[in-house]
Protein backbone atom coordinates (compact mmCIF):
# COMPACT_ATOMS: atom_id res chain seq x y z
CA UNK A 1 0.00 0.00 0.00
CA UNK A 2 1.10 3.30 -0.97
CA UNK A 3 1.18 6.80 0.74
CA UNK A 4 -1.03 7.67 -1.08
CA UNK A 5 -3.66 4.73 -0.67
CA UNK A 6 -2.89 5.04 3.24
CA UNK A 7 -5.67 5.65 5.36
CA UNK A 8 -5.31 8.03 7.51
CA UNK A 9 -4.00 7.44 11.70
CA UNK A 10 -6.97 8.80 12.91
CA UNK A 11 -9.31 6.27 11.48
CA UNK A 12 -6.95 3.43 12.52
CA UNK A 13 -7.28 4.47 15.79
CA UNK A 14 -10.54 4.68 15.74
CA UNK A 15 -10.84 1.19 14.72
CA UNK A 16 -8.44 0.40 17.66
CA UNK A 17 -10.44 1.72 20.22
CA UNK A 18 -13.09 -0.13 18.66
CA UNK A 19 -11.68 -3.27 18.89
CA UNK A 20 -9.73 -2.58 22.44
CA UNK A 21 -13.64 -1.65 23.66
CA UNK A 22 -14.92 -5.06 21.86
CA UNK A 23 -12.21 -6.86 24.16
CA UNK A 24 -12.96 -4.76 27.19
CA UNK A 25 -16.74 -5.87 27.02
CA UNK A 26 -15.93 -9.67 26.25
CA UNK A 27 -15.23 -10.00 23.01
CA UNK A 28 -12.13 -12.12 22.02
CA UNK A 29 -9.62 -9.68 19.99
CA UNK A 30 -9.70 -11.94 16.93
CA UNK A 31 -13.20 -11.62 16.62
CA UNK A 32 -13.18 -8.20 17.11
CA UNK A 33 -10.23 -7.97 14.50
CA UNK A 34 -12.35 -9.90 11.71
CA UNK A 35 -15.19 -6.96 11.92
CA UNK A 36 -12.61 -4.24 10.48
CA UNK A 37 -12.78 -3.55 6.85
CA UNK A 38 -9.93 -5.99 5.04
CA UNK A 39 -7.71 -2.91 4.27
CA UNK A 40 -7.57 -1.91 7.24
CA UNK A 41 -7.17 -4.87 9.58
CA UNK A 42 -3.19 -5.11 9.09
CA UNK A 43 -2.49 -2.12 10.45
CA UNK A 44 -5.51 -2.29 12.95
CA UNK A 45 -3.95 -4.99 14.35
CA UNK A 46 -0.79 -4.25 14.51
CA UNK A 47 -1.86 -1.23 16.66
CA UNK A 48 -3.91 -3.09 18.82
CA UNK A 49 -1.51 -5.71 19.53
CA UNK A 50 0.93 -2.73 20.81
CA UNK A 51 -2.56 -1.34 23.13
CA UNK A 52 -3.05 -4.78 24.34
CA UNK A 53 0.76 -4.95 25.62
CA UNK A 54 0.75 -1.41 27.23
CA UNK A 55 -3.50 -1.24 28.10
CA UNK A 56 -2.26 -1.70 32.10
CA UNK A 57 0.28 1.35 31.42
CA UNK A 58 -2.46 3.27 29.64
CA UNK A 59 -5.07 2.37 32.51
CA UNK A 60 -2.65 3.78 35.37
CA UNK A 61 -1.66 7.00 33.20
CA UNK A 62 -5.27 7.98 32.80
CA UNK A 63 -6.26 7.80 36.52
CA UNK A 64 -3.41 10.15 36.98
CA UNK A 65 -4.76 12.92 34.11
CA UNK A 66 -8.23 11.86 35.17
CA UNK A 67 -10.21 12.35 38.26
CA UNK A 68 -13.00 9.84 37.36
CA UNK A 69 -12.72 7.19 34.63
CA UNK A 70 -14.91 8.61 31.19
CA UNK A 71 -17.57 6.56 29.54
CA UNK A 72 -16.12 3.29 28.34
CA UNK A 73 -15.94 4.34 24.65
CA UNK A 74 -14.08 7.75 25.55
CA UNK A 75 -11.58 5.35 28.01
CA UNK A 76 -10.99 2.98 24.93
CA UNK A 77 -9.95 5.88 23.04
CA UNK A 78 -7.88 7.56 25.29
CA UNK A 79 -6.12 4.51 26.73
CA UNK A 80 -5.27 3.67 23.17
CA UNK A 81 -3.14 6.77 22.55
CA UNK A 82 -1.86 6.54 26.11
CA UNK A 83 -0.74 3.17 25.22
CA UNK A 84 0.76 4.10 22.29
CA UNK A 85 2.10 7.44 23.44
CA UNK A 86 3.40 6.69 26.66
CA UNK A 87 7.35 6.35 25.81
CA UNK A 88 9.06 9.03 23.50
CA UNK A 89 11.63 6.78 22.16
CA UNK A 90 10.93 4.07 19.90
CA UNK A 91 7.29 5.00 19.34
CA UNK A 92 4.97 3.90 16.19
CA UNK A 93 4.54 7.39 15.55
CA UNK A 94 5.43 10.81 16.60
CA UNK A 95 3.63 12.02 19.67
CA UNK A 96 2.04 15.66 18.57
CA UNK A 97 1.19 13.45 15.47
CA UNK A 98 -0.60 10.99 17.69
CA UNK A 99 -2.39 13.13 19.89
CA UNK A 100 -3.40 15.37 17.32
CA UNK A 101 -4.96 11.96 14.89
CA UNK A 102 -6.57 10.76 18.13
CA UNK A 103 -8.31 14.31 18.94
CA UNK A 104 -9.32 14.19 15.35
CA UNK A 105 -10.78 10.28 15.72
CA UNK A 106 -13.18 11.65 18.57
CA UNK A 107 -14.28 14.70 16.25
CA UNK A 108 -15.25 12.67 13.66
CA UNK A 109 -17.31 10.46 16.21
CA UNK A 110 -20.79 12.33 16.53
CA UNK A 111 -20.80 9.67 19.86
CA UNK A 112 -17.37 11.36 21.20
CA UNK A 113 -17.13 14.43 19.83
CA UNK A 114 -18.28 16.36 22.36
CA UNK A 115 -15.04 14.51 24.99
CA UNK A 116 -12.77 15.92 22.33
CA UNK A 117 -11.60 18.88 24.23
CA UNK A 118 -11.25 16.37 27.25
CA UNK A 119 -9.28 13.77 25.71
CA UNK A 120 -7.09 16.56 24.11
CA UNK A 121 -6.08 18.17 27.28
CA UNK A 122 -5.45 14.95 29.13
CA UNK A 123 -2.88 13.69 25.97
CA UNK A 124 -1.47 17.17 26.17
CA UNK A 125 -0.67 17.23 29.54
CA UNK A 126 1.13 13.89 29.40
CA UNK A 127 3.10 15.35 26.54
CA UNK A 128 4.55 18.33 29.15
CA UNK A 129 4.77 15.95 31.93
CA UNK A 130 5.44 12.72 30.59
CA UNK A 131 8.69 11.11 32.21
CA UNK A 132 7.08 12.52 35.77
CA UNK A 133 3.66 10.45 35.20
CA UNK A 134 5.39 7.51 33.46
CA UNK A 135 7.70 7.01 36.94
CA UNK A 136 4.53 7.93 39.02
CA UNK A 137 2.42 5.17 36.80
CA UNK A 138 5.54 1.94 37.17
CA UNK A 139 5.21 2.10 40.68
CA UNK A 140 1.89 0.85 40.11
CA UNK A 141 2.04 -2.98 39.72
CA UNK A 142 -0.84 -2.79 36.64
CA UNK A 143 1.51 -0.43 34.97
CA UNK A 144 4.77 -2.09 36.02
CA UNK A 145 3.23 -5.57 34.63
CA UNK A 146 0.54 -4.93 32.46
CA UNK A 147 -1.36 -7.38 33.90
CA UNK A 148 -4.87 -7.49 35.94
CA UNK A 149 -3.89 -7.84 39.52
CA UNK A 150 -5.64 -11.12 40.07
CA UNK A 151 -3.64 -12.14 37.31
CA UNK A 152 -0.35 -11.24 38.74
CA UNK A 153 -1.95 -12.99 41.73
CA UNK A 154 -2.33 -15.85 41.06
CA UNK A 155 0.86 -16.58 38.69
CA UNK A 156 3.09 -15.38 41.72
CA UNK A 157 1.08 -17.99 43.99
CA UNK A 158 1.59 -20.81 41.30
CA UNK A 159 5.05 -19.78 40.64
CA UNK A 160 6.69 -18.13 43.45
CA UNK A 161 10.15 -18.67 41.17
CA UNK A 162 9.03 -17.53 38.12
CA UNK A 163 6.24 -15.37 38.10
CA UNK A 164 8.66 -12.31 36.81
CA UNK A 165 9.72 -14.05 34.11
CA UNK A 166 6.54 -15.21 33.11
CA UNK A 167 4.69 -11.76 33.43
CA UNK A 168 7.90 -10.51 31.44
CA UNK A 169 7.29 -12.86 28.39
CA UNK A 170 4.56 -11.86 27.76
CA UNK A 171 5.41 -8.37 26.78
CA UNK A 172 7.14 -9.67 23.38
CA UNK A 173 5.87 -11.21 20.68
CA UNK A 174 6.02 -14.84 19.85
CA UNK A 175 8.44 -15.82 17.23
CA UNK A 176 7.14 -17.39 13.95
CA UNK A 177 7.58 -21.10 14.54
CA UNK A 178 6.93 -23.93 11.10
CA UNK A 179 5.99 -27.12 11.77
CA UNK A 180 7.10 -28.82 8.41
CA UNK A 181 5.27 -31.85 7.41
CA UNK A 182 6.49 -34.88 7.69
CA UNK A 183 5.67 -36.59 4.85
CA UNK A 184 7.25 -34.20 2.41
CA UNK A 185 10.67 -34.05 4.44
CA UNK A 186 12.41 -33.17 7.05
CA UNK A 187 12.78 -29.68 9.05
CA UNK A 188 16.57 -29.60 8.43
CA UNK A 189 15.48 -30.02 4.65
CA UNK A 190 13.11 -27.01 4.89
CA UNK A 191 15.63 -25.38 6.65
CA UNK A 192 17.60 -25.86 3.62
CA UNK A 193 15.09 -24.60 1.33
CA UNK A 194 14.12 -21.72 3.08
CA UNK A 195 18.05 -20.43 3.03
CA UNK A 196 17.67 -20.37 -0.66
CA UNK A 197 14.73 -18.08 -0.79
CA UNK A 198 16.48 -15.83 1.20
CA UNK A 199 15.28 -16.56 4.70
CA UNK A 200 16.47 -17.61 7.89
CA UNK A 201 15.65 -19.30 10.68
CA UNK A 202 16.69 -22.61 13.56
CA UNK A 203 15.55 -26.11 14.12
CA UNK A 204 13.69 -26.60 17.45
CA UNK A 205 12.43 -30.18 18.73
CA UNK A 206 11.50 -32.91 15.72
CA UNK A 207 9.69 -31.37 12.93
CA UNK A 208 10.46 -27.54 13.61
CA UNK A 209 11.65 -24.23 12.35
CA UNK A 210 11.90 -20.78 13.99
CA UNK A 211 12.01 -18.06 11.71
CA UNK A 212 14.46 -15.42 12.27
CA UNK A 213 12.06 -12.77 11.30
CA UNK A 214 7.74 -13.49 10.89
CA UNK A 215 6.67 -13.00 7.56
CA UNK A 216 3.34 -13.63 5.04
CA UNK A 217 2.86 -17.47 4.78
CA UNK A 218 2.24 -16.85 0.99
CA UNK A 219 6.23 -16.57 1.04
CA UNK A 220 6.70 -19.82 2.63
CA UNK A 221 7.63 -22.41 0.22
CA UNK A 222 5.71 -25.26 -0.42
CA UNK A 223 2.78 -23.51 1.82
CA UNK A 224 -0.13 -23.82 -0.40
CA UNK A 225 1.25 -27.24 -1.23
CA UNK A 226 0.97 -28.61 2.27
CA UNK A 227 4.68 -28.90 3.14
CA UNK A 228 4.54 -26.34 5.95
CA UNK A 229 2.45 -25.35 8.78
CA UNK A 230 2.63 -23.03 10.98
CA UNK A 231 2.56 -24.06 14.64
CA UNK A 232 4.50 -23.10 18.17
CA UNK A 233 7.01 -25.70 19.01
CA UNK A 234 4.86 -25.93 22.55
CA UNK A 235 1.94 -27.34 20.73
CA UNK A 236 4.59 -29.46 18.03
CA UNK A 237 5.37 -31.87 21.31
CA UNK A 238 1.54 -33.52 21.56
CA UNK A 239 1.55 -35.61 18.16
CA UNK A 240 4.75 -37.11 19.17
CA UNK A 241 4.37 -37.37 22.77
CA UNK A 242 1.25 -39.47 22.02
CA UNK A 243 2.21 -41.73 19.65
CA UNK A 244 5.74 -42.28 20.82
CA UNK A 245 4.18 -43.20 24.40
CA UNK A 246 2.24 -46.11 23.37
CA UNK A 247 0.12 -45.90 20.23
CA UNK A 248 2.36 -47.71 18.06
CA UNK A 249 3.14 -50.47 20.99
CA UNK A 250 0.19 -51.63 21.99
CA UNK A 251 -2.68 -50.39 19.14
CA UNK A 252 -3.29 -51.99 15.90
CA UNK A 253 -1.67 -50.80 12.49
CA UNK A 254 -4.05 -48.49 11.95
CA UNK A 255 -4.90 -47.20 15.62
CA UNK A 256 -8.13 -45.17 16.73
CA UNK A 257 -7.62 -41.87 17.84
CA UNK A 258 -9.50 -39.55 19.03
CA UNK A 259 -8.80 -35.50 18.73
CA UNK A 260 -11.13 -33.97 20.88
CA UNK A 261 -11.65 -29.76 20.51
CA UNK A 262 -9.83 -30.51 17.61
CA UNK A 263 -10.16 -26.85 15.78
CA UNK A 264 -8.00 -25.79 14.13
CA UNK A 265 -7.04 -28.66 13.29
CA UNK A 266 -2.95 -28.18 13.83
CA UNK A 267 -2.64 -31.19 16.34
CA UNK A 268 -5.12 -33.07 14.13
CA UNK A 269 -3.01 -32.74 11.39
CA UNK A 270 0.35 -33.38 12.86
CA UNK A 271 -0.64 -36.55 14.16
CA UNK A 272 -2.01 -38.11 10.44
CA UNK A 273 1.62 -36.50 9.32
CA UNK A 274 3.35 -38.97 11.76
CA UNK A 275 0.75 -42.14 11.53
CA UNK A 276 -1.45 -44.20 10.07
CA UNK A 277 -4.05 -43.25 12.57
CA UNK A 278 -7.81 -43.36 12.03
CA UNK A 279 -7.87 -39.58 13.64
CA UNK A 280 -11.68 -38.61 14.27
CA UNK A 281 -11.35 -34.77 15.39
CA UNK A 282 -14.52 -33.15 17.05
CA UNK A 283 -15.10 -29.50 17.38
CA UNK A 284 -18.97 -27.58 18.99
CA UNK A 285 -18.42 -24.81 16.41
CA UNK A 286 -19.51 -25.55 12.51
CA UNK A 287 -17.00 -22.95 11.36
CA UNK A 288 -14.03 -24.01 13.26
CA UNK A 289 -14.97 -27.35 11.78
CA UNK A 290 -14.79 -26.12 8.46
CA UNK A 291 -11.36 -24.52 9.32
CA UNK A 292 -9.79 -28.10 10.05
CA UNK A 293 -11.04 -29.51 6.75
CA UNK A 294 -9.56 -26.41 4.90
CA UNK A 295 -6.40 -27.05 6.73
CA UNK A 296 -6.54 -31.11 6.39
CA UNK A 297 -7.13 -30.43 2.44
CA UNK A 298 -4.21 -28.01 2.29
CA UNK A 299 -1.93 -30.44 3.63
CA UNK A 300 -3.58 -33.47 1.55
CA UNK A 301 -4.82 -35.00 4.89
CA UNK A 302 -8.02 -37.06 5.52
CA UNK A 303 -9.63 -37.19 9.34
CA UNK A 304 -13.41 -37.78 10.52
CA UNK A 305 -14.16 -34.57 11.42
CA UNK A 306 -17.46 -34.04 13.53
CA UNK A 307 -19.27 -30.81 14.92
CA UNK A 308 -20.27 -31.92 18.41
CA UNK A 309 -19.71 -31.39 22.06
CA UNK A 310 -16.92 -33.78 22.89
CA UNK A 311 -18.63 -33.89 26.52
CA UNK A 312 -21.60 -35.22 24.58
CA UNK A 313 -20.49 -38.32 23.97
CA UNK A 314 -23.96 -40.10 23.02
CA UNK A 315 -24.68 -37.57 20.71
CA UNK A 316 -21.10 -38.76 18.31
CA UNK A 317 -19.41 -41.66 19.47
CA UNK A 318 -20.13 -44.93 17.86
CA UNK A 319 -19.70 -47.39 20.87
CA UNK A 320 -15.61 -48.49 19.27
CA UNK A 321 -13.48 -47.53 22.02
CA UNK A 322 -10.40 -45.23 21.16
CA UNK A 323 -6.15 -46.60 21.27
CA UNK A 324 -5.37 -43.13 22.15
CA UNK A 325 -7.11 -39.68 22.98
CA UNK A 326 -5.54 -36.13 22.87
CA UNK A 327 -7.51 -33.27 24.94
CA UNK A 328 -6.68 -30.28 24.17
CA UNK A 329 -8.86 -29.14 26.66
CA UNK A 330 -10.50 -25.37 26.20
CA UNK A 331 -8.98 -23.07 28.64
CA UNK A 332 -7.73 -19.50 29.97
CA UNK A 333 -4.98 -19.40 26.98
CA UNK A 334 -2.87 -17.86 29.87
CA UNK A 335 -0.17 -19.41 28.38
CA UNK A 336 -0.13 -17.82 24.85
CA UNK A 337 -0.09 -14.40 25.63
CA UNK A 338 2.99 -13.24 23.51
CA UNK A 339 0.62 -14.34 20.18
CA UNK A 340 -2.89 -13.24 21.89
CA UNK A 341 -2.27 -9.74 24.22
CA UNK A 342 -6.28 -9.48 24.27
CA UNK A 343 -6.61 -12.68 26.77
CA UNK A 344 -4.74 -10.73 29.64
CA UNK A 345 -7.61 -8.10 29.42
CA UNK A 346 -10.46 -10.58 27.75
CA UNK A 347 -10.11 -12.92 31.24
CA UNK A 348 -11.74 -12.35 34.12
CA UNK A 349 -11.00 -13.88 37.61
CA UNK A 350 -14.24 -16.66 37.60
CA UNK A 351 -13.20 -17.59 34.05
CA UNK A 352 -10.16 -19.97 35.52
CA UNK A 353 -12.56 -21.84 38.10
CA UNK A 354 -15.34 -22.43 35.06
CA UNK A 355 -12.95 -23.64 32.55
CA UNK A 356 -11.45 -25.82 35.10
CA UNK A 357 -14.80 -27.65 35.60
CA UNK A 358 -15.36 -27.86 31.76
CA UNK A 359 -11.82 -29.94 31.71
CA UNK A 360 -12.82 -31.97 34.52
CA UNK A 361 -16.10 -32.59 33.28
CA UNK A 362 -14.78 -33.80 29.63
CA UNK A 363 -11.83 -35.67 31.14
CA UNK A 364 -14.68 -37.48 33.37
CA UNK A 365 -16.67 -38.17 29.72
CA UNK A 366 -13.70 -39.20 28.00
CA UNK A 367 -11.92 -41.60 30.46
CA UNK A 368 -14.55 -44.64 29.84
CA UNK A 369 -14.01 -43.75 25.78
CA UNK A 370 -10.22 -45.22 25.54
CA UNK A 371 -9.33 -48.78 25.62
CA UNK A 372 -7.28 -50.35 28.57
CA UNK A 373 -3.70 -49.37 28.37
CA UNK A 374 -4.55 -46.77 25.78
CA UNK A 375 -3.53 -43.26 26.28
CA UNK A 376 -5.27 -39.77 26.81
CA UNK A 377 -2.97 -36.76 26.67
CA UNK A 378 -4.22 -33.75 28.29
CA UNK A 379 -3.10 -30.55 27.80
CA UNK A 380 -4.31 -26.95 28.09
CA UNK A 381 -2.14 -23.61 27.10
CA UNK A 382 -2.36 -21.99 30.30
CA UNK A 383 0.09 -21.60 33.07
CA UNK A 384 -2.32 -21.73 35.95
CA UNK A 385 -1.59 -24.82 38.03
CA UNK A 386 -5.79 -25.01 38.04
CA UNK A 387 -5.65 -25.68 34.71
CA UNK A 388 -2.74 -28.12 34.65
CA UNK A 389 -1.12 -30.10 37.24
CA UNK A 390 -3.87 -29.29 40.21
CA UNK A 391 -6.12 -30.72 37.68
CA UNK A 392 -4.68 -33.98 36.71
CA UNK A 393 -3.80 -34.73 40.78
CA UNK A 394 -7.57 -34.59 41.26
CA UNK A 395 -8.11 -36.70 38.15
CA UNK A 396 -5.71 -39.18 39.25
CA UNK A 397 -7.50 -39.18 43.03
CA UNK A 398 -10.89 -39.97 41.55
CA UNK A 399 -9.53 -42.61 38.85
CA UNK A 400 -7.88 -45.33 40.36
CA UNK A 401 -7.44 -46.89 36.80
CA UNK A 402 -4.96 -43.74 35.59
CA UNK A 403 -1.58 -43.82 35.90
CA UNK A 404 0.55 -41.16 34.77
CA UNK A 405 3.12 -41.36 32.13
CA UNK A 406 6.48 -39.50 32.03
CA UNK A 407 5.42 -36.46 30.74
CA UNK A 408 6.81 -32.50 30.21
CA UNK A 409 4.49 -30.93 32.41
CA UNK A 410 4.15 -27.30 32.81
CA UNK A 411 5.96 -25.87 29.79
CA UNK A 412 6.60 -22.16 30.94
CA UNK A 413 6.75 -19.60 28.14
CA UNK A 414 10.86 -19.21 29.46
CA UNK A 415 11.32 -22.04 27.34
CA UNK A 416 12.41 -24.63 30.05
CA UNK A 417 9.85 -27.41 31.69
CA UNK A 418 8.96 -26.65 35.20
CA UNK A 419 9.09 -29.95 37.41
CA UNK A 420 8.62 -32.09 34.56
CA UNK A 421 9.41 -35.25 34.74
CA UNK A 422 10.31 -35.49 31.13
CA UNK A 423 13.25 -33.57 29.31
CA UNK A 424 11.25 -30.79 26.69
CA UNK A 425 12.77 -31.89 23.73
CA UNK A 426 15.20 -28.98 23.54
CA UNK A 427 12.85 -26.42 22.67
CA UNK A 428 14.40 -23.30 22.92
CA UNK A 429 11.17 -21.42 22.52
CA UNK A 430 7.66 -22.34 23.04
CA UNK A 431 4.32 -20.38 24.69
CA UNK A 432 3.11 -21.86 27.93
CA UNK A 433 1.42 -25.06 27.86
CA UNK A 434 0.53 -28.42 30.06
CA UNK A 435 0.92 -31.40 29.09
CA UNK A 436 0.00 -35.07 31.28
CA UNK A 437 0.20 -38.77 29.65
CA UNK A 438 -2.53 -41.14 30.84
CA UNK A 439 -2.57 -44.86 30.58
CA UNK A 440 -5.80 -47.14 31.34
CA UNK A 441 -4.85 -49.73 33.59
CA UNK A 442 -6.34 -52.60 32.98
Known sequence: MNAIDRPPLWRQLHEVAQVVLAVRQGQSGSAALQAVVPQLRPGVQALAFEVWRNLGRAQVLRSLLA????????????????????????AAYDAFTLVNQTV????????????????????????????????????NPLARWNHPAW?????????????????GASAHAAPMVLRVNARWGSAQSYLALLQQTGLS???????????????????????????????????????????????????????????ACAAPGGKTAHLLELSNAEV?????????????????????????????????????????????????????????????????????????????????????????????????????????????SHQIEAFLRRNTDARLCPSPGHLLPSGRAAGASAHDNGADVHDGFFYALLQKIG
Open 201 to 259: GHLVGLHGVVLDAACAVQKLPGFDQGWVSVQDAGAQLAAPLLLSAGVARHAPAAPRVLD
Open 67 to 90: ARQPPAAVDALLCTALALAWRDVG
Open 104 to 139: EAAKRNPALRAQAGFINACLRRLLRERAALVARAQT
Open 280 to 388: TALDVDPQRCARIHQNLERLHLQARVICADAGDVAAWWDGQSFDAILLDAPCTASGIVRRHPDIVWLRRPADVSQLAAQQAQLLARLWPLLRPQGHLLYCTCSVFRAEG
Open 151 to 167: WVQRVQADWPDQWQAIL
